[in-house]
């Protein structure tokens, strides 16, 4: 075994090529594959080769240098995932396909029309034909033709099982314990093991690495060739963002809600959000968010009010939230006028993120004032809601008083407070937190408190589903997999 590191250097910059290169021996014995003497045709030029049949293929695949040369038309293009040996993902390539006639050398009447895929190489080592003892062949092979016998060409068709039986015909003729021969339209194959065949050698070479200074050369002059680009982004000047209303009569506040489409997009375009970054997840799990709420004797839930309204959006990122607004659109002698949104946008998939950064950012500010409060925020956050409790009233009083401050700082309003502990509430409406009987077990609206969708009874303190708008939201609806799923998101919600 050889192994072969070359280096060039040129203007301080090193190209390293390695290459684990000719592995070569001598062994006391040999394995024959299936390999023969054809010759391939296409409709006026033909030529000598070698083929190998593999029935562990399941496509036949035929050397790009012989679809060249017979000048083969590509029929069409098959798109491939290749599972090589030793390797646990496939690898998808593309691959043309053309048609091929394998016929006998010495009697054309036996050939076969097939389809095959054109690969760069079949094999990297050329196995020369069986050089079998002559005694062997005379004893068991008289009158019979090898079908690979002299000719040392490399392999330039591998039958895959596509095709593997329109070339076998099925006769067997064993001439050792592990040593036989197989008929085909081409002759005998031999396929085995024999300890007579002898000065076999074995190369393999596999590409470690390789990075030539040319690849270097030619991709530094393609980058300089690029030039300058005077206008890094274009305008967007005529685009705009989709808006829609959702209306949910299910909510005490907020019932109507203007949200803007930004997965939409023209045919063969990208959306806005399809540009964006959505950016990583930083709120806490919903499971372990309710589970800790349900650690604690006294538990209490607050909404940050207009959350996403209050953050603003850079000028220059604004162009991006063009959107038409009119005050008539029933009057089609008015243009809608173009406005920008300068706030974060509902139905833009980066701005989950981008509320949970800010909100995070301004609590660094509070570590040192509000320890414990400032951590208790950093943990009990999903969007816009506060879920969290205590084990006991005055420390649940101090946390929610100094996260008002805190969110007051940001020019951020807290509000629905709701909490199990009477007590509470009570420290809640001399602070005019809030206003209202702790005693309630639904608004006033008459809908039910709701932690993270799932409905909430403060009086006995458990969590439980609200079938009755489920039911009302299914009724008369056609079953089908979108009103199914439709349905099992509003438990949640």
């Not at 596509?162 to 085909?184: C, F, P, W």
């Not at 995070?360 to 809601?385: A, Q, T, W």
């Not at 940001?410 to 001399?430: D, I, R």
Request: charge should be negative; proline fraction near 3%; hydrophobic fraction near 40%.
């Amino acid at each position: 075994m050889e192994s072969l590191e070359n280096k060039s250097e040129v203007g301080g910059a090193v190209a390293e090529s390695q290459v684990l290169s000719t592995i070569s021996e001598r062994k006391p014995q040999c394995v024959l594959l299936q390999t023969c003497d054809v010759k391939i045709r296409n409709d006026t030029k033909v030529t000598r080769a070698r083929l190998l049949l593999d029935n562990g293929s399941m496509r036949s695949f035929v050397d790009k240098d012989i679809a060249c040369k017979l000048k083969l038309p590509v029929i069409r293009r098959e798109s491939l995932s290749v599972f090589t040996f030793g390797n646990k993902s496939p690898i998808k390539k593309t691959f043309d396909v053309v048609r091929i006639v394998l016929e006998n050398r010495e009697k054309s009447d036996f050939s076969v029309k097939m389809e095959a895929l054109v690969t760069e190489q079949i094999s990297g080592s050329d196995l020369p034909p069986s050089n079998l003892k002559a005694e062997i062949v005379q004893k068991y092979l008289v009158g019979f033709k090898l079908a690979d016998s002299c000719y040392k060409g490399k392999f330039a068709v591998l039958v895959g099982a596509d095709y593997y039986h329109n070339i076998v015909l099925g006769g067997i003729r064993r001439l050792k314990s592990q040593l036989v021969a197989t008929e085909t339209i081409f002759g005998w194959c031999l396929i085995g093991r024999d300890s007579d065949v002898r000065d076999v050698s074995v190369s393999l070479n596999i590409i470690i690495e390789e990075d030539l200074i040319s690849g270097l050369i030619k991709k530094f002059w393609e980058l300089e060739s690029l030039g300058i680009a005077e206008n890094e982004f274009s305008d967007p000047s005529n685009d705009s963002v989709l808006q829609r209303e959702v209306v949910r009569n299910d909510r005490s506040s907020s019932k109507f809600r203007v949200v803007f489409d930004a997965s939409f997009h023209d045919v063969g375009e990208a959306s806005l959000n399809d540009c964006l970054h959505i950016g990583p997840n930083l709120y806490p799990d919903n499971f372990d968010l309710l589970l800790r709420f349900r650690l604690y004797p006294i538990a209490f839930t607050a909404n940050i009010k207009q959350t996403f309204l209050q953050i603003e959006v850079d000028e220059k990122d604004r162009d991006v939230s063009r959107f038409l607004f009119t005050d008539d659109p029933t009057d089609g002698s008015k243009s809608p006028q173009i406005y920008r949104f300068t706030r974060v946008l509902f139905g833009v998939n980066s701005s989950p993120f981008i509320l949970a950064a800010t909100i995070k950012h301004h609590l660094r500010k509070y570590r040192g004032i509000y320890p414990e409060s400032s951590e208790f925020l950093n943990n009990c956050i999903y969007v816009d809601d506060i879920i969290g409790g205590h084990q006991n009233t005055e420390d649940a009083y101090r946390t929610s008083t100094e996260c008002m401050h805190i969110f007051r700082e940001a020019g951020m309003t807290l509000h629905k407070w709701q909490t199990n502990s009477e007590e509470l509430q009570n420290f809640w409406v001399k602070e005019d937190m809030v206003s209202g009987d702790s005693s309630q077990v639904v608004e006033p609206s008459g809908l039910p408190f709701k932690v993270l969708g799932v409905s909430w009874n403060k009086r006995v303190d458990s969590l439980y589903f609200d079938v009755q708008n489920l039911v009302t939201f299914l009724y008369g609806r056609v079953n089908s997999k979108r009103c199914l799923l439709q349905a099992i998101g509003r438990i949640f919600d």
